[in-house]
């Protein structure tokens, strides 16, 4: 007895052993979310934090005086706060905001532009970054949108990873740190194409392109007179860029050419639904209907629609027989029916995992795009703006698992229809199911993806390896093979030239010739 008691302590000891040197062996990694607001992608990065904490990794975050307190669920994350100035506007507020609506690709980088410079400025001035740079971190990972982040990784001289929040069709980034990016089939970022476009598609989404290109210029040159003021000598680019992150999914996007410093880790935020709440039970155990739908907007909602839409919407679920959860914080529509329940916050993960629910009218948000097809839920899209109408078309087009209508000439009747459309064509479902086998259908899980890598990029000390250094060094006529058509064209030219003479003269010799015979 004495013997199995010492052998189990021994095997305690032994595992206390491991875990410590796996909490001891833990890399240490910085992560950079957007600086401009808190969004629903900063609460993905929180979340990404607590995967790598669990993972044994000693995890930091940079922050401003102007996000907010972090909502970590590990105690043991620590942040890195410097202070913007009194007059800053976080770019959630309802001013920025309508300001973003509807925007050109221009406005929208002449705005980044902007909040890349306040956050470069406060960050400098605060001398935090001196103070990281001591700590000697061995990763950096920084959301791509943070354009400021560019400065940090210099500065730092740390390896680095990306987060795309969008997935693969952002090409504002992906271009840069070098993908090949064909506009002949790739579907721009702030289009609604999807990869099999018309001419007229094409030449659109050729524009698009370009427009994006030209666009991030102004950025990127405010960060090199940035650089200069600063005297920070480091270069102004993607290039030193190891990888790249992207919460999405191989089959939820149409297919495009990557290369092998890219990985999909969608899903990673996503888990199995927990019980509802007692207030959300109790509707559903009280509701003369079988079946639920949950209708939600996201949290810019007050920003992006008027009362007047609310009224429609309430006016087209009241005659649904179904049971209505919308999460709505604003005054009760007037034309509100008894089906519907107005709740100031759902959990929506687990809603749309719940077993009655049958459909989800949504905006089409990044962090609802891809819990819906986990979940499987059928959907009617609403996209507000931003890159909504991309998602919503997605879901509706690619996928086939609903249908997407157009909130400024909604009227209650076509939502109606549009919802018993969906409910009683059972290909919406069926398409919503097989996308969530294929969404959850991985060799790994997203969160041991991205676990994998960023060991992998720390082990190696970055991945230079994975990189393209011709697709990176090549010019932007080098990269469309300008000059080798240009040459083809001038040789061309030139033979065409020679043989246009050479004829000429032999015409005049044969002339010359022939006068010359009949004289």
Same mark, same amino acid.
């Given at each position: 007895?004495?013997?199995?008691?010492?052998?189990?302590?021994?095997?305690?000891?032994?595992?206390?052993?491991?875990?410590?040197?796996?909490?001891?062996?833990?890399?240490?990694?910085?992560?950079?979310?957007?600086?401009?607001?808190?969004?629903?992608?900063?609460?993905?990065?929180?979340?990404?934090?607590?995967?790598?904490?669990?993972?044994?990794?000693?995890?930091?975050?940079?922050?401003?005086?102007?996000?907010?307190?972090?909502?970590?669920?590990?105690?043991?994350?620590?942040?890195?706060?410097?202070?913007?100035?009194?007059?800053?506007?976080?770019?959630?507020?309802?001013?920025?905001?309508?300001?973003?609506?509807?925007?050109?690709?221009?406005?929208?980088?002449?705005?980044?532009?902007?909040?890349?410079?306040?956050?470069?400025?406060?960050?400098?001035?605060?001398?935090?970054?001196?103070?990281?740079? #001591?700590?000697?971190? %061995?990763?950096?990972?920084?959301?791509?949108?943070?354009?400021?982040? *560019? +400065?940090?990784? $210099?500065? /730092?001289?740390?390896?680095?990873?990306?987060?795309?929040?969008?997935?693969?069709?952002?090409?504002?980034?992906?271009?840069?740190?070098?993908?090949?990016?064909?506009?002949?089939?790739?579907?721009?970022?702030?289009?609604?194409?999807?990869?099999?476009?018309?001419?007229?598609?094409?030449?659109?989404?050729?524009?698009?392109?370009?427009?994006?290109?030209?666009?991030?210029?102004?950025?990127?040159?405010?960060?090199?007179?940035?650089?200069?003021?600063?005297?920070?000598?480091?270069?102004?680019?993607?290039?030193?860029?190891?990888?790249?992150?992207?919460?999405?999914?191989?089959?939820?996007?149409?297919?495009?050419?990557?290369?092998?410093?890219?990985?999909?880790?969608?899903?990673?935020?996503?888990?199995?639904?927990?019980?509802?709440? #007692?207030?959300?039970? %109790?509707?559903?155990?009280?509701?003369?209907?079988?079946?639920?739908? *949950? +209708?939600?907007? $996201?949290? /810019?909602?007050?920003?992006?629609?008027?009362?007047?839409?609310?009224?429609?919407?309430?006016?087209?679920?009241?005659?649904?027989?179904?049971?209505?959860?919308?999460?709505?914080?604003?005054?009760?529509?007037?034309?509100?029916?008894?089906?519907?329940?107005?709740?100031?916050?759902?959990?929506?993960?687990?809603?749309?995992?719940?077993?009655?629910?049958?459909?989800?009218?949504?905006?089409?948000?990044?962090?609802?795009?891809?819990?819906?097809?986990?979940?499987?839920?059928?959907?009617?899209?609403?996209?507000?703006?931003?890159?909504?109408?991309?998602?919503?078309?997605?879901?509706?087009?690619?996928?086939?698992?609903?249908?997407?209508?157009?909130?400024?000439?909604?009227?209650?009747?076509?939502?109606?229809?549009?919802?018993?459309?969906?409910?009683?064509?059972?290909?919406?479902?069926?398409?919503?199911?097989?996308?969530?086998?294929?969404?959850?259908?991985?060799?790994?899980?997203?969160?041991?993806?991205?676990?994998?890598?960023?060991?992998?990029?720390?082990?190696?000390?970055?991945?230079?390896?994975?990189?393209?250094?011709?697709?990176?060094?090549?010019?932007?006529?080098?990269?469309?093979?300008?000059?080798?058509?240009?040459?083809?064209?001038?040789?061309?030219?030139?033979?065409?030239?020679?043989?246009?003479?050479?004829?000429?003269?032999?015409?005049?010799?044969?002339?010359?010739?022939?006068?010359?015979?009949?004289?």
């Amino acid at each position: 007895m004495p013997n199995l008691f010492l052998n189990g302590l021994s095997m305690f000891v032994m595992i206390l052993f491991l875990v410590d040197i796996k909490m001891t062996k833990g890399e240490k990694i910085l992560i950079i979310s957007n600086q401009c607001g808190r969004t629903s992608r900063l609460q993905n990065m929180e979340k990404m934090a607590d995967i790598l904490t669990e993972g044994g990794h000693s995890v930091a975050m940079l922050t401003n005086n102007k996000l907010g307190k972090p909502r970590f669920e590990s105690p043991h994350i620590k942040t890195f706060e410097y202070p913007l100035p009194y007059d800053f506007i976080p770019c959630d507020h309802p001013k920025v905001v309508e300001k973003m609506l509807d925007a050109s690709i221009f406005t929208l980088m002449e705005i980044a532009s902007n909040y890349s410079r306040d956050i470069t400025n406060g960050l400098m001035r605060s001398n935090l970054l001196e103070k990281i740079k #001591k700590i000697n971190y %061995d990763l950096l990972i920084v959301d791509y949108v943070e354009i400021s982040g *560019i +400065v940090t990784a $210099g500065v /730092l001289d740390t390896p680095t990873i990306l987060y795309a929040n969008e997935g693969t069709y952002t090409d504002l980034i992906t271009g840069p740190v070098g993908h090949p990016v064909p506009w002949s089939f790739v579907p721009n970022t702030l289009t609604k194409f999807s990869d099999k476009m018309t001419f007229i598609e094409r030449m659109l989404n050729s524009a698009a392109h370009l427009a994006n290109a030209l666009a991030i210029y102004p950025a990127m040159g405010e960060l090199k007179r940035l650089n200069e003021e600063y005297n920070l000598n480091i270069p102004i680019d993607h290039q030193r860029v190891d990888l790249i992150m992207s919460n999405s999914h191989i089959a939820l996007e149409c297919p495009r050419p990557l290369m092998p410093n890219h990985v999909y880790i969608g899903g990673y935020t996503l888990e199995p639904p927990k019980p509802l709440p #007692k207030n959300i039970n %109790d509707i559903i155990a009280d509701s003369q209907f079988n079946d639920i739908i *949950i +209708v939600s907007f $996201g949290s /810019l909602v007050k920003d992006l629609m008027n009362p007047e839409k609310y009224e429609v919407l309430a006016e087209a679920f009241a005659k649904l027989p179904y049971t209505i959860l919308w999460k709505h914080t604003e005054k009760p529509p007037a034309t509100l029916g008894k089906n519907t329940h107005l709740i100031t916050w759902l959990p929506q993960k687990d809603l749309l995992g719940y077993s009655k629910t049958c459909l989800f009218v949504t905006h089409c948000g990044r962090s609802s795009y891809l819990e819906t097809i986990y979940h499987g839920v059928p959907v009617v899209a609403l996209p507000l703006s931003f890159d909504q109408p991309k998602h919503a078309n997605l879901l509706s087009d690619y996928l086939q698992m609903g249908l997407t209508l157009d909130i400024n000439t909604l009227v209650a009747d076509e939502l109606e229809q549009a919802i018993l459309n969906v409910l009683s064509d059972p290909k919406y479902t069926a398409n919503a199911r097989k996308a969530s086998d294929l969404f959850k259908d991985n060799p790994v899980s997203p969160r041991e993806t991205l676990l994998y890598w960023v060991n992998y990029v720390t082990k190696h000390d970055g991945a230079d390896h994975l990189k393209s250094q011709g697709i990176r060094n090549l010019s932007w006529y080098q990269y469309f093979l300008l000059d080798i058509i240009g040459l083809v064209l001038l040789t061309l030219v030139i033979l065409a030239i020679v043989c246009f003479y050479l004829c000429r003269f032999m015409i005049r010799c044969f002339k010359s010739w022939h006068k010359r015979k009949q004289d």
